[in-house]
């Protein structure tokens, strides 16, 4: 029994990894679609600290709700585990963690482009991407604000799908 707990545990590690790479990866190519002209790694080279802000907000952003996703894999596995993985059940309770997981991962990038996009129409007179150009870390922080409380908001969401459908 110990055994098998330190197998399942190791199993839901290995995805967790997997998943959050996947979604880093995945954030920092959309962050790169929406920053316009920004030149994400060239500016982090030169040492843009505004630039540097908003990659580590995406980051935060997607860690915050990959976690609560992996919460939703860790119980689904719980649940497969309790009514035998290989059965039917098991194998819906899998897959539907596993659905829950990437749907978060959706939500989080879509969000934060949403909300990204939404800001930049609503600060008229400040144009966001171009003061990131110019390393301007107030601007950076009020992005990194957004970003993070949209992450947070999203969060109670698919914390909620988890527990819709588990």
């Not at 649940?79 to 959706?106: E, H, N, P, T, Y």
């Amino acid at each position: 029994m110990l055994l098998e707990n330190a197998l399942v545990g190791l199993l839901q590690l290995v995805v967790a990894i997997i998943f959050a790479v996947l979604a880093l990866y995945i954030g920092f190519s959309v962050l790169g679609k929406i920053t316009k002209d920004i030149d994400e790694e060239k500016e982090l080279a030169k040492g843009n600290v505004a630039v540097g802000i908003i990659v580590a907000a995406v980051f935060v952003a997607i860690a915050i709700v990959v976690e609560s996703g992996v919460k939703g894999l860790s119980a689904g596995i719980s649940k497969a585990l309790s009514v035998g993985i290989l059965s039917a059940d098991g194998m819906i309770a899998i897959g539907l963690s596993v659905a829950q997981l990437v749907l978060g991962i959706a939500l989080a990038v879509g969000a934060i482009y949403l909300a990204l996009n939404i800001l930049d129409k609503l600060t008229k007179g400040v144009e966001e991407f171009e003061e990131l150009k110019k390393g301007n870390v107030a601007v950076a922080l009020e992005m990194a604000g957004v970003i993070i409380a949209v992450a947070v908001i999203i969060q109670s969401g698919v914390l909620g799908i988890t527990a819709a459908l588990l």
